[in-house]
């Protein structure tokens, strides 16, 4: 974090401190409390919704746990805040797992259907079991009491205040952390993530458990902030408005979730004025009014475009001096918003305002952490985190078969891969290499056939289990993560040497800037390695493709694997770029890896592999050394068709 | 014994019902891998439409007017909500514009006609007919009917005639579909139109049963992706038996426990199918392509 962030965050703090003395007023101090605690539950939210990009409609329902977590220990058994807190936390955290281990297993809309239900059970298990909750009377709590001292108002303000910069700290120090990497890296290449060894289900539900967990210590806060707890509070309308607010103050930004969680908790307070709304939505009108005027008269933007925006702000205005009651209305004006936000705002306030710092100074925006570290040519390398122990063959695939409805795309293939040799596997387009890599790596799940790598059997396991074994692999169609620089591509490689726990990433512990330190070096010298050290920070898809190759190479080695596969890597790549490729691919033998090539030039194929095996429409038609192969009938029919005798 | 019976048949009525609404989320699933989280206010402002309509002409006349307001209900949801999300791809986009709509169309039914539940007078006889000894409402046999019927005709339309097949391709590859000159993108608003419309139809078939408001259609719409997930998004034969299996659940989980847990085992069993077989009881799990 550089000086001015912290000064900024420490002024930030000591004017939030300074808060109630300036607003003595019982009814101010209480609404600064709920927006210190939506905000806490808004971080874990946007963990969720905007690290992760997954849509929970329950969050509702887990703040509501929380609530009443420390709404039913006090009540029963007269539990102290100290204990009470702690509770809610590990309660909503369970909560959280027992929803996403099952609804995170498919892609899709699941999570946003699973957490809708949830949320509804939730409110009516907490109505029914009236024996634990008190049912529809609800609960009333005190607030603590510590030493004999009842904590009033202000103090429960500093409280809160407290509880608001810890989370701060804490999100801030997990989402900067590999942990954090690993969320981005997920939301933005599933399946390269799973391949560097990074389980997008696990991190999933890593994500939406912490994100609960928080959603726990908001709820539990929350309870003794209004002394009295009922079911409806948290009901589907709470749900959206969190929503709103992660999606309005900024997704992916701390400051946004502040933002949103004080536009939220003002909002119901200017929608019960009708007044204050009439000019609102007066004022807006005339801005965007004003706005298009402007940019149609410059041709920044056409009639069709603002025409929308235009009409839907004088609707508004119009349709504030038309009604005389404005909370009849409230839902359509939430549900407006969220419209406007997705379709006009989509990186939130928060977004908006970095746009337009960006615009002005672009000097001031850091995208990305800059990583200047340089790295040498002796952390390169590294041993593989499973020794390899088989002797002969690595890796053993016994009569594969891989069915895609009808078609066999790979029909009882063998393939042994003798240890340290560099393995071609080649063929026609459609004969099945990509496929092999695919079933090698876990992606698939072969219909029947067996394989065995390093003494292990990993038929069937998933693939980051795979990667974890020392398997790494490189793209035909590359998967990079494109918003990431290329060292932070790299890094996410490296995301299995990166062994502290979470605990260790909040405090900073020793052991954690040491591994760190270690990564950081290592991937330096791996993009030297691959000639991509000038571009180190760059973000990845702007990389060249023939770079963007290299890239994903530097990332395989950076799993330390025993075995490299190479799926077309000098696709895309000038003849002197191809040249220092093979010189790279023997380096890479001469380290003890040994590497399975797909490839189409057959020049690269003959002068560096040691064996070759030849596929064509599923079947294995010949193997042996590249001279063999090449002079094989069948492999001269399967390339240039017919008989080569006639 | 007898008792039992009679719950598995309300149940059938009511599982019938939700699997109708799942049907409609399955329609614009296979289409563009989206569906509406304002499917449940979908049915209840057909309900409420036809309501109003059933005060000045017969039931069977108002059919056809739901059925025309469903669609183009559909189409508006389609235009608003998931066209522009579609076009970004974003999956956050489009979930979160439905149910900015479905809010919308809740508050606004709420202030068109009121915040309290109203009946739907019935259409056939209310006194229930007696087989062996089981009593069976006359409405809750025109429900089976009716939601066999809709998707008996949807089925249909996809295997026999030539949009139906326009349909189908875009199911199975979107893009691959649109090169060979199907407009995809009419194909999705159709889907939208024809799952709204199924949707609407099912608040006519439902309301006479229940009570009718602007509330009613959240908690069906909620039973529905229960179906949903425990059949299989892409499951016609799913959702009929989701449907029945939630509907008889619901039945005898409120006569043996109590009436306040009815939603209860719903819940249990989506996350017990999706802990052991993801892509739901019948569905198929597609491998996807690298």
Redesign the interface.
Known sequence: MSAAKIISAILAIVLAALLPTIWPNPYYIHLMVVIGIYAILLLGLDIVVGYVGEVSLGHAALFGIGAYTVGVLNWQFGAHFLLTIPASIAVTALFGAILALPALRVNGPYLAMVTLAFGTIIQILINEMTFVTNGPLGLKIRKPVFFDYHVTGTDYYYIVLVALVATLFVVQRILKSHLGRAFEALHDSPIASDCMGVSVYGYKVYAFVLSAAIAGLAGGLFTYSEEYISPNTYNFELTILFLLAVIMGGRKTRSGSVLGAIIIVMLPNVLSDIELFRKIATGIAVVTVAYSVYALATRQRTLKQVALPVLATIALAVSGYMMDNITDHRLTIFGAMILFVVYYLPNGLMGFLRSIVQKYRPQWIHRHEVILEHGDKHHVWSVPDHPVTARGHLLEARNITMQFGGLKALNEVNLDIAKGSVHGLIGPNGSGKSTMMNVLTGIYKPAAGEIEFNRKHITGATPSSIAGEGIARTFQNVQLFGEMTAIENVLVGLHHTFKHSLIDVVFHTPRCKKEKNAAYLRAASLLQFVGLADLANEEARNLPYGKQRLLEIARALALNPSLLLLDEPAAGLTAPDIKELMAMINKVRGHGITVILIEHHMDVVMSICDKVTVLDFGQKIAEGTPAQVQSDEKVIEAYLGGSAAA | MEIFAQLILSGIALGMIYGLIAFGYQLTFATS???N?GQGEALMLGAMVGLTLVGHMNYWLMIPLVLVFGALQGVLVER??VL??LK?K????W???T??????F???A??VWGHDDVTFPSPLPTAPLQFFGLRVLPMEILVVAGALAVMLAVEIFNRKSIYGKAVVATSNDRDAAGLMGINTGMVITFSYALSSMTAAFAGVLVAPLTLTGATMG??LG?KA??V??IGG?NSGMGVIVGGLILGIAETTTGYYI?T??K??P??LL???V??IK??GMFGKSV?K??
């Open positions: 891998g989206t569906l989280f608003l909500g522009p999300a970004t974003s999956e956050f986009g979930i979160m514009t149910i900015s709509l479905a809010i919308i809740k508050n606004v709420e202030n959240a908690v909620l992706f229960a949903a997930i998004l109590s306040g847990y939603d209860v719903g819940l989506l996350l017990l999706l802990a993801p892509a491998i392509k690298v």
